[in-house]
């Protein structure tokens, strides 16, 4: 049973960089031919999806957040890193991992996806 975990600060200073962590259990983030996300839910909108890396190493960005967003793995712990920048109060939302067996579509179709974390919450205020 694959389970994965998201860790990280849950209050974030505007125009500084929000860092999170996935930590995944029960199988290897290298596994092919998986694809490691990263998603997010604002207060009263719906899912957005905001990158993956995949059991490569390859990653691929929403093209609303690409110029933000850096995603990042250590395979000798499992884990993967969102790094957001320069964010503001729109960036608050409940952050959450999930692997998908397939490249996902951009518009988030939760079917896609097999495994989440259950979710973090995230505020920028200062």
């Known amino acids: 049973q694959v389970q994965l975990q998201e860790s990280g600060p849950g209050l974030v200073k505007p125009s500084q960089t929000l860092s999170l962590t996935c930590t995944v259990s029960g199988g290897s983030i290298t596994t092919n031919y998986y694809f490691w996300n990263w998603l997010r839910q604002p207060p009263g909108k719906g899912l957005e999806w905001i990158g993956y890396?995949?059991?490569?190493?390859?990653?691929y960005y929403s093209p609303s957040l690409k110029s933000r967003t850096s995603i990042s793995r250590d395979t000798s712990k499992n884990q993967f890193t969102l790094q957001l920048s320069s964010v503001t109060p729109e960036d608050t939302a409940v952050y959450y991992c999930?692997?998908?067996?397939?490249?996902?579509?951009?518009?988030?179709?939760?079917?896609?996806?097999?495994?989440w974390g259950q979710g973090t919450q995230v505020t920028v205020s200062s």
């Open positions: 890396i995949a059991y490569s190493g390859n990653t």
């Open positions: 999930a692997r998908a067996p397939l490249p996902p579509d951009i518009d988030v179709v939760p079917t896609q996806y097999d495994y």
